[in-house]
């Protein structure tokens, strides 16, 4: 068995799925999390799963759903009522979300690999097609983002790095900050 949980340290996100309708599940969570500290994946996102709640009272299928409501990164589901299913979907997007990072570029036209890439592999917020390419903000995995950079146009780090000074600097970029960026021009 160790040997097959090796592989899960090559994952991004791990998903947990509990069956809290047997009565020693917490035990058996605890033998999981060892191992995976034991084959050196305890610091691996885990997306928790308590599974078949429709199988417990109300009071503990509530109990358990509020666990999982302030633990984060939890989530009660029954997945023969598909109660809680679209939480874990949720969940599950959220943890691979944080291994992405942000971007803005414009792939030149006759670069339709990199934007099918781009597609495929990351989140796209938006598309704009220009005169000379398509621009594309939105999010990727760093490899990809690494593999982007020369058709990076994100205008506050041509800004912050022209060396240059204008009566605009301290104006706010509202756009940026709504992407997630939290700086103003010039800074």
């Given at each position: 068995?160790?040997?097959?949980?090796?592989?899960?340290?090559?994952?991004?996100?791990?998903?947990?799925?509990?069956?809290?309708?047997?009565?020693?599940?917490?035990?058996?969570?605890?033998?999981?999390?060892?191992?995976?500290?034991?084959?050196?994946?305890?610091?691996k996102?885990?997306?928790?799963?308590?599974?078949?709640?429709?199988?417990?009272?109300?009071?503990?299928?509530?109990?358990?759903?509020y666990?999982?409501?302030?633990?984060?990164?939890?989530?009660?589901?029954?997945?023969i009522?598909?109660?809680?299913?679209?939480?874990?979907?949720a969940?599950?997007?959220?943890?691979?979300?944080?291994?992405?990072?942000?971007?803005?570029?414009?792939?030149?036209?006759?670069?339709?690999?990199?934007?099918?890439?781009?597609?495929e592999?990351?989140h796209?917020?938006?598309?704009?097609?220009?005169?000379?390419?398509?621009?594309?903000?939105?999010?990727?995995?760093?490899?990809?983002?690494?593999?982007?950079?020369?058709?990076?146009?994100?205008?506050?780090?041509?800004?912050?790095?022209?060396?240059?000074?204008?009566?605009?600097?301290?104006?706010?970029?509202?756009?940026?900050?709504?992407?997630g960026?939290?700086?103003?021009?010039?800074?």
């Amino acid at each position: 068995r160790k040997q097959h949980l090796e592989e899960v340290r090559e994952c991004d996100v791990l998903v947990h799925v509990i069956d809290v309708s047997n009565s020693m599940w917490e035990k058996q969570e605890a033998a999981v999390n060892k191992v995976l500290m034991d084959i050196g994946a305890g610091d691996k996102p885990v997306v928790r799963v308590f599974n078949k709640i429709d199988l417990l009272g109300n009071e503990e299928a509530t109990d358990l759903q509020y666990e999982a409501a302030v633990a984060g990164s939890s989530v009660a589901v029954s997945s023969i009522t598909g109660e809680g299913m679209e939480d874990f979907v949720a969940y599950v997007e959220e943890a691979l979300c944080e291994l992405l990072v942000p971007i803005e570029v414009e792939i030149p036209f006759d670069k339709g690999d990199e934007l099918n890439l781009i597609h495929e592999v990351g989140h796209v917020e938006t598309v704009d097609y220009r005169a000379t390419g398509t621009y594309i903000a939105g999010l990727v995995p760093k490899a990809i983002a690494n593999r982007l950079i020369p058709y990076f146009v994100n205008e506050l780090n041509k800004n912050n790095n022209d060396g240059g000074s204008s009566e605009d600097d301290d104006e706010i970029d509202w756009v940026a900050i709504g992407r997630g960026r939290h700086s103003a021009k010039g800074q």
